[in-house]
């Protein structure tokens, strides 16, 4: 029996589901999920996973036509279970239309399309309350990823072409909330230069933020060099991979990081680990600014402050992150 995840949210959440496939193909073999296009070339090489199928609910699979499709689809492959973790509307509908007999989802989302509901925890992390959706206890489950051998190499060929052979720190400044954006990448690149290669990772649409950084080191005579629109979303992790260590808002690169098990420092503002995506390894750290009444002031994180100040972030200093980045150990001179 095949069974079916869907899970089109952010490409971080996709990361924190991978310990449910595996629960889940650990019973009765790998399982088939419904992704987002930009997530789909990051689960595919997945041992957990059977076969993917690309949806593209903003783009071309948008709107009514677009979820008939995909119901056909899934209809004719008979499954009879789906897992919704994504507290979604058309996920639900989807499964529902498609005649999927067993429907699991949380008690948050849309119970009435559903046939088993499970509590979604209000504490703890979010793989372990992904998990509960297969009833698997939470046990500190680490997000997992794999990365075939091409992209590997393609990697290793793209650092060793721009210089990158030694150890270097990876930045990923981006966000697609503005108010999660630390506004220090720059300087902190700058600091760093001088002891270490920087590698920033991020999607096309963190080209610009990457340029800022790596030019701001070229100008202080340090070496950085951006993987923006030059690495795919495999190559990416596996950039992260090879660093010594991530500096990162709260965003994808983060739970890629926890994947591969890259020490991790994770810059926190508008929102906070206690909502359940913070690093939880024992070399991780975490920069945020107690104390300050507003935060968190969302879920996901505004686009901008709605004070104005933006203080969650610009008060956290380039000192603050470099002596978080020398408590994981990972820049210490190796004999
Ligand atoms: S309201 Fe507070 S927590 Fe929210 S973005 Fe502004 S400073 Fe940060």
Redesign the pocket.
């Known amino acids: 029996m095949t069974s079916l995840v869907i899970q089109t949210a952010f490409l971080g959440d996709v990361v924190l589901t991978t310990p449910l496939l595996e629960a889940l193909a650990a019973r009765h073999g790998p399982v088939d999920v419904v992704t987002t296009p930009a997530a789909a070339p990051l689960i595919e090489p997945h041992p957990a996973v059977r076969r993917v199928i690309p949806y593209d609910k903003k783009g071309r699979d948008r709107g009514w036509r677009g979820l008939v499709n995909l119901v056909r689809g899934l209809r004719a492959e008979r499954y009879e279970c789906a897992y919704l973790p994504h507290r979604s509307l058309r996920t639900a509908l989807a499964a529902w239309l498609a005649r999927i007999p067993r429907r699991v989802g949380f008690d948050d989302g849309w119970r009435s399309l559903y046939t088993d509901i499970r509590p979604r925890a209000k504490q703890g992390h979010e793989v372990d309350r992904l998990l509960a959706l297969a009833d698997v206890a939470a046990h500190r489950a680490r997000p997992s990823l794999y990365v075939p051998l091409a992209d590997r190499v393609a990697t290793e060929g793209f650092l060793r072409e721009h210089g990158m052979q030694g150890r270097f720190v990876a930045l990923a400044p981006g966000s697609i909330w503005g108010?999660k954006r630390w506004p220090y990448y720059g300087a902190l690149a700058e600091r760093l230069a001088g002891r270490v290669g920087i590698v920033v990772v991020g999607g096309p649409e963190d080209a610009g933020l990457a340029a800022e950084i790596t030019e701001a080191v070229a100008r202080s005579g340090g070496h950085a060099v951006s993987g923006c629109r030059r690495l795919t979303v495999r190559q990416s992790a596996e950039a992260i991979r090879r660093a010594a260590v991530l500096v990162t808002n709260d965003s994808a690169p983060l739970h890629f990081a926890q994947a591969v098990g890259t020490p991790t420092v994770a810059i926190f503002?508008?929102t906070a680990p206690s909502f359940g995506f913070g690093p939880r390894g024992p070399r991780d750290r975490v920069v945020e600014l107690e104390g300050?009444?507003?935060?968190?002031?969302?879920a996901h994180?505004?686009p901008?402050?709605?004070?104005?100040?933006?203080?969650?972030?610009?008060s956290l200093r380039v000192e603050d992150v470099l002596q978080a980045i020398e408590e994981t150990g990972a820049l210490r001179r190796r004999d």
Do not use: Q, W
């Open positions: 108010s503002g508008s300050l009444p507003c935060r968190p002031c969302s994180g505004p901008s402050c709605p004070l104005g100040h933006h203080r969650c972030m610009k």
